[in-house]
């Protein structure tokens, strides 16, 4: 069976919060360089850079990150 379409959500983020969190994630994990990530996901390379920071500020304040819906 062709998961062509469970890729594509992967690959391929359209929500916003999405390809926020895949955005982040291939920084904090894949540790590919942030022009190409920005690149990828469609973002400038000053505003991934911005989520980056605000995400690394909210995890050391043990606070709940930035792509979360809020509770």
């Not at 904090?28 to 990828?40: G, K, S, V």
């Not at 909210?58 to 809020?70: M, W």
């Amino acid at each position: 069976m062709r998961d062509t379409y469970c890729h594509d959500f992967f690959a391929h983020p359209s929500l916003t919060l999405h390809r926020r969190f895949e955005a982040l994630r291939a920084v904090f994990l894949d540790h590919r360089p942030m022009t190409e990530i920005a690149q990828r996901f469609g973002y400038r390379y000053g505003t991934l850079r911005n989520l980056a920071s605000q995400f690394r500020a909210q995890c050391r304040a043990g606070r709940t990150p930035l792509f979360s819906p809020p509770r």
